[in-house]
Nanobody
């Protein structure tokens, strides 16, 4: 059974930082592309960042470039999202995702698996 479990969310002031982690199990993580999505209240889920199998290639949504950094540790079957300079509009539920052939930057490409989400709240 494949599981993706996020952690690291919480409440932070604007300008602060958070590091999200996603622990995976039940899949050969090194063969999967992984990434993060988020969903703000009343809005659709949106792509945040993606990382390819080796970790050498990454993709980001334009509004996250320069503030967020995605990384992975294939030995620990985990993917991470370092979020700096957080803004109130970054508030939402952040979801970890993984897909064998998922193309992170392509809106018509979808991951195979999702986590349950972790809440991030940025206060002004």
């Amino acid at each position: 059974q494949v599981q993706l479990v996020e952690s690291g969310g919480g409440l932070v002031q604007a300008g602060g930082s958070l590091r999200l982690s996603c622990a995976t199990s039940g899949l050969t993580f090194s063969t999967y592309r992984a990434g993060w999505f988020r969903q703000a209240p009343g809005k659709e889920r949106e792509f945040v960042a993606g990382i390819y199998r080796s970790g050498l290639s990454t993709d980001y949504a334009d509004s996250m470039k320069g503030r967020f950094t995605i990384s992975r540790d294939n030995g620990k079957n985990a993917v991470f999202l370092q979020m700096n300079s957080l803004k109130p509009e970054d508030t939402g539920v952040y979801y970890c995702a993984a897909g064998r052939f998922w193309i992170p930057s392509l809106t018509t490409s979808y991951p195979d698996y999702w986590g349950q989400g972790t809440q991030v709240t940025v206060s002004s």
